[in-house]
């Protein structure tokens, strides 16, 4: 038995190392010089419209977080009926209608009212959906 074993292992190694081998001529984007890559956040060209949102907000809000974000939410251009809540640790807003806010923005006023603060991208209340854009 021992040796049917042995036996598998050598030959499974045997057909491996020849896909190993070619593995090693494709370049790592990260440790390749040449690899262009963007300075820029991905959030930054990502736009909320007109709607209500549902976002999370990480490390956990404590009420006292929650009370400053919800004022620093409500002072935003183009937002209203903002509420933060310290129980799941989630914002909700609505974005009025006619305007768009930039999620970079967003986040931008979290990490700003409480410093390691981080937002996720706002998806539509009652939906598993972003509505980048529109």
């Known amino acids: 038995m021992n040796f049917m074993k042995t036996t598998f292992v050598v030959v499974f190694a045997a057909a491996i190392r020849p896909a190993q081998a070619a593995d090693k001529a494709v370049a790592n984007p990260v440790g390749n010089p040449g690899a262009q890559m963007s300075p820029t956040p991905i959030s930054e060209g ?3 419209s007109p709607g209500r949102y549902t976002a999370t907000i990480a490390p956990s809000l404590n009420m006292e977080m929650a009370g400053r974000l919800k004022k620093a939410l409500e ?3 183009g937002l209203e009926d903002v509420e933060a809540s310290s129980t799941d640790s989630t914002v909700h807003f609505t ?3 006619g ?3 930039r999620v970079l923005d967003l986040q931008a006023v979290v990490a700003k009212t409480h410093a390691g ?3 996720t991208t706002p998806v539509l209340a009652n939906s598993l959906t972003p509505k980048p854009g529109l």
């Open 99 to 101: 305007v768009k806010v």
């Open 95 to 97: 974005v009025k209608e």
């Open 46 to 48: 990502i736009w909320v």
């Open 75 to 77: 002072a935003m251009a």
């Open 117 to 119: 603060a981080v937002m």
